[in-house]
């Protein structure tokens, strides 16, 4: 539990409770490309944030015109739209 106290220059007293697991830092579990030029991203407490838009600026800033990728069934996306379908041969 935890308590406000008010802002001072005082000593404070500070008690740690034994047996309270230490809680892990966040990280990326996944991130998916929705189709439609959005990234959307899994943390690792189950949170999905809000889809970010960025398809173009990624492509932009790694020098090319649009972002391509498949996705799992492959379906083959440009800046998310679909253009096509990849076979593994």
Do not use: Y
């Amino acid at each position: 539990m935890t308590t406000a106290t008010p802002l001072t220059n005082q000593p404070q007293v500070v008690e740690i409770a034994p047996g309270n697991a230490a809680t892990m830092p966040l990280s990326i579990k996944s991130v998916a490309f929705d189709g439609v030029g959005n990234l959307t991203v899994t943390l690792s407490d189950g949170t999905v944030l809000e889809p970010v838009p960025c398809a173009q600026q990624i492509a932009a800033a790694l020098g090319g015109v649009a972002l391509v990728v498949v996705d799992a069934n492959g379906n083959l996306l440009a800046d998310g739209k679909p253009v096509g379908k990849v076979v593994a041969s």
